[in-house]
Nanobody, 121 residues
Framework: QVQLVESGGGLVQAGGSLRLSCETS????????MRWYRQRPGKQRELVAS???????DYSDSVKGRFTISRDNAKKTSYLQMNSLKPEDTAVYYC???????????????WGQGTQVTVSS
């Protein structure tokens, strides 16, 4: 059984910064790709950023240059540093982590519970 716990959301003024964390725990063989998604009010969930096990990153165009995804493999934690926040970044942010439970099988995605980010204008 694995768990994902997100933290770091809150209310911030436009132009401000927040740092989200996604801490994982439980029994696993390895952690593969880690991702952050968001769901804005009235919109579908969308991919914001991802990072591979080796540290390669990718971002949506809407956050490129403002958000930075990182991971601490020893702590089994992913981070999303969000700078220059805009009101349109207001959303529930979810982490999504691919876990492998042995060396032979594939990886399985798990979701966190979500954390609310509200950016006021």
């Amino acid at each position: 059984q694995v768990q994902l716990v997100e933290s770091g959301g809150g209310l911030v003024q436009a132009g401000g910064s927040l740092r989200l964390s996604c801490e994982t725990s439980g029994t696993m063989f390895s952690i593969r790709r880690m991702r952050w998604y968001r769901q804005r009010p009235g919109k579908q969930r969308e991919l914001v950023a991802s990072i591979t096990a080796s540290g390669s990153t990718d971002y949506s165009d809407s956050v490129k240059g403002r958000f930075t995804i990182s991971r601490d493999n020893a702590k089994k934690t992913s981070y999303l540093q969000m700078n220059s926040l805009k009101p349109e970044d207001t959303a529930v942010y979810y982490c999504n982590v691919e876990f492998a439970f042995d060396s032979a099988s594939g990886a399985y995605p798990y979701w966190g519970q979500g954390t609310q980010v509200t950016v006021s204008s």
